[in-house]
């Protein structure tokens, strides 16, 4: 009898389970069967019985329990819908080593939710809010340069820009400080002076560094030809006179001249918008004057007002390859630091140029920037008329610094200024005065976006003069031009077909650079590149200027796929690329000579897109090693949006591993293997290292290489949802094979530098819309660019009445 009714059981079970949705019956748990807890639809059955065997109240892995999240009420939790759809859609969940259910039914719950989400926000979408904007450090150049046409480097006043969403830009991280607010200031005044002259301004001193890191060897764009090393750049002369300039040279603890191993005399050229103003003799022994390094000054030489390409570089006596390992680089053996290796050199080395004056100042010579200020020039001592010709100058620098149209009522606090300036010094120190005023105004450092009238209860169109700034710092990364203005003023930008000839105007301009400059730089984080600094000993051939000419690649890249209106996905596949004779031999590309770049095609289907880029590959490495966590971690979070957990805190370093078993050193990939054996670690691990694994056989230089401490490069892995790895093709593929992923992560980012607020998940209806219209075009450049452009979220923004009910709803009121 019992053995009948554990058979009759069993066929009733078989029977529910038969029931379930085709391929599921292997998943549902007869537990929850026998209670009647399997659902009707594939969506939900994944959540009840896949996804909630972690996430569930008990666990709580993600900080996140489904047990009572429903399909088809998603859109009133979308927050947790989107971080669904963002795993699902990477392919991420279920993670390795669950059992998952058909692809195509993981893709049925992605779109389930979308839908579920996306038809709630339709009927009401939210553009979301950003607090006001302040000019950040490449904002506020680039709209010195615009205003008057000057080149300053706002470091020198305004402190590090905080990083928020990957960007440099996100306004609710912009914090004033007194400190700020003294930078501005500052900034204000000094470039105020060096817009017009300042015949009465007293002797300062200006230094300007040469990276340690900096090869020496050969010429330095911007010297004259016939010299190696030294220092190029663009210096302010704030008024005629003289100037003396003070060179320091490397000087190293061996004893010998600037580290040389070779004692011979040099002479170093201080030339001045390419004419010979000195010629320098150095005594090798004169490193014995000063035991800091070698200094000498010129003496005083002559120079205009105004901005002048000022370079110190040392005559070229030789050719040929020669050790110059100069930089500092920490090494270590057996896990023990050593110390520092300073290297050997041949050659000496500029350390820094001091400009220091003017002294005998003679007055303030004719300058472009001066001419683009003093607009007009009244008679001395005709106060009326200066009076005029100082209100015009003050209304037309005003509204350009204001990006708006001006009234009175800024005109006028602004001529008292010039009043109070005149009275003392004269009409031109009067203009100066007012500049000052202009550039120190919060109407020109923040970015104010006023609600039209009363509609400061939710959403509402921003003003069209605002739309010009907010597209004009998206495309230019500076302020709006004559034309964008205008077209703000007449109705261009009211409706899309507007939006988009202004856009496709501005993609035309040089000043479009800024995309590839500006987004694509901090999007790929190319600034990590700056952090990395190769082993001088293990890769020699690596100094700053190969770094300098890796990030160029890359911009170049993003900016021709933008100015031809390429797909998105030639990011990846591009069997071309941008170089010059430096990186061309690097890589080891025939053919290339010269220091300008140029398109190339590689010669075989190894390199392909930005993951062959060295910008990418050393700035995800260590100093003596590759990081396959740290390249796999970067797939991971720039391009499928899929941040990885940070480790435990009790997790060792990979350091910690041993680098050497049975008298050879370990790989790479071994010494993973043995990290990863910790069952802390390896749950994270499968994910992350195979992706950063199909790139070992690039070094951290980013050079090709078959051998990894004498052992065939092993690039072999498994993806986390079990798709075979080979290499950097194989990983390209993948990654392709995910290109609604892609896609969205480059929205993400996108948008959000060009609203310059983190993109949250009430904006991911709007992120889906987009990279569905431009799939329709092929996924070009401009398709996503013109989404962004034309989206409700760059177009309006809220009042306080969104506000008010999302912070009720957050505390449960």
């Given at each position: ?760 998940y009430f904006d991911m209806p709007t992120v889906r819309e987009i990279t569905r219209a431009a799939e329709t075009d092929d996924y070009r450049m401009s398709a996503f660019i013109l989404g962004v452009a034309n989206s409700p979220a760059f177009l309006m923004s809220r009042g306080d009445a969104i506000v008010e009910e999302e912070a009720d709803a957050g505390s449960g009121s």
């Open positions: 009898m019992k053995k009948l009714l554990v058979a009759l059981s069993c066929i009733a079970l078989w029977g529910l389970v038969a029931a379930l949705p085709a391929g599921w019956s292997r998943f549902a748990p007869p537990a929850a069967q026998a209670h009647g807890l399997v659902p009707d639809t594939i969506p939900q059955t994944i959540v009840s019985q896949v996804c909630t065997n972690c996430h569930n109240d008990r666990r709580l892995l993600g900080n996140m329990s489904l047990e009572r999240f429903d399909v088809e009420t998603a859109h009133l939790e979308a927050e947790t819908a989107e971080k669904m759809i963002r795993k699902l859609r990477a392919g991420m969940m279920p993670p390795p080593g669950v059992r998952r259910p058909p692809a195509a039914d993981l893709l049925e719950l992605a779109e389930t939710l979308e839908t579920r989400v996306d038809a709630a926000v339709a009927d009401r979408p939210d553009p979301g809010a950003r607090s006001f904007q302040r000019l950040n450090r490449a904002e506020y150049e680039r709209s010195i340069r615009a205003l008057l046409g000057l080149d300053i480097d706002a470091s020198a006043y305004l402190p590090n820009e905080t990083i928020s969403a990957g960007f440099d830009n996100i306004a609710d991280v912009q914090n004033l400080s007194a400190t700020l607010l003294d930078g501005y200031l500052t900034a204000a005044s000094e470039i105020s002076r060096l817009a017009l002259g300042d015949p009465v301004v007293t002797a300062s001193e200006t230094e300007y560094e040469v990276s340690r890191y900096a090869e020496q060897r050969q010429h330095v764009p911007g010297t004259p030809i016939g010299t190696r090393g030294g220092i190029s750049v663009v210096h302010n002369f704030v008024a005629d006179g003289d100037y003396v300039f003070r060179l320091a040279f490397q000087h190293e603890s061996t004893g010998n001249f600037f580290g040389q191993t070779t004692p011979f005399d040099e002479q170093v050229e201080l030339s001045i918008d390419g004419e010979r103003r000195a010629l320098i003799d150095i005594d090798r022994w004169m490193h014995r004057q000063d035991p800091n390094g070698v200094q000498v000054e010129t003496e005083p030489v002559p120079v205009t007002a105004g901005p002048h390409r000022v370079a110190a570089a040392f005559i070229k006596r030789f050719d040929g390859p020669i050790e110059d390992l100069m930089s500092p680089h920490e090494w270590s053996l057996a896990d023990k630091k050593i110390g520092y290796s300073h290297g050997i050199t041949v050659v000496a080395h500029l350390r820094d140029l001091t400009i220091r004056g003017p002294f005998d100042v003679a007055g303030v010579s004719e300058t472009p920037t001066r001419a683009r200020v003093l607009t007009c020039r009244p008679e001395a001592g005709d106060t009326a008329a200066e009076v005029r010709c100082a209100r015009e100058i003050v209304a037309r620098l005003a509204a350009q610094a204001y990006r708006r149209p001006v009234d009175a009522g800024d005109i006028d606090p602004l001529l008292a200024l010039y009043e109070v300036g005149a009275a003392d010094e004269g009409f031109e120190v009067g203009i100066r005065t007012a500049l000052q005023g202009i550039l120190a105004s919060p109407d020109f450092i923040f970015r104010f976006e006023e609600p039209p009238g009363d509609a400061t209860e939710g959403p509402y169109r921003i003003a069209p003069i605002d739309l010009a700034s907010r597209l004009a710092f998206f495309l230019w990364g500076m302020p709006p031009d004559e034309q964008l203005i205008e077209a703000a003023r007449t109705g261009g930008l009211g409706d899309a077909a507007g939006i988009e000839t202004q856009v496709r105007r501005m993609l035309g301009h040089p000043n479009a650079e800024a995309l590839a400059s500006r987004f694509a730089a901090q999007w790929l984080r190319l600034q990590d590149l700056d952090t990395v600094h190769p082993d001088a000993l293990r890769f020699p051939d690596f100094y700053e200027q190969l770094a300098a000419d890796m990030r160029r690649e890359t911009e170049l890249l993003f900016e021709h796929l933008v100015r031809e209106d390429r797909s998105l996905f030639e990011l990846l596949t591009a069997d071309y690329t941008f170089v010059n004779e430096r990186l061309a031999r690097h890589y080891g590309i025939p053919g290339v000579a010269g220091t300008h770049f140029r398109k190339v095609d590689y010669a075989d289907d190894f390199r392909r897109g930005v993951l062959a880029h060295g910008s990418i590959l050393t700035s995800t490495s260590h100093a003596n090693r590759t990081s396959p966590v740290l390249r796999g971690k970067w797939v991971m979070e720039v391009l499928l949006g899929t941040p990885p957990p940070p480790p435990p805190p009790d997790v060792p370093d990979l350091e910690a591993t041993e680098e050497a078993e049975e008298g050879r050193f370990l790989t790479v990939r071994e010494r993973l293997e043995m990290h990863r054996a910790s069952p802390a670690c390896r749950s994270c691990h499968r994910v992350i290292d195979p992706l950063g694994l199909a790139l070992e056989n690039f070094d951290v230089t980013g050079a090709y290489r078959i051998n990894d401490q004498g052992r065939t490069v092993d690039t072999s892995g498994e993806l986390y949802d079990g798709t075979p790895l080979a290499g950097p093709g194989d990983l390209r593929t993948a990654l392709l094979s995910r290109r609604e992923s892609l896609a969205r992560t480059f929205t993400e980012n996108l948008m959000a530098y060009a609203l310059g607020r983190r993109v949250e």
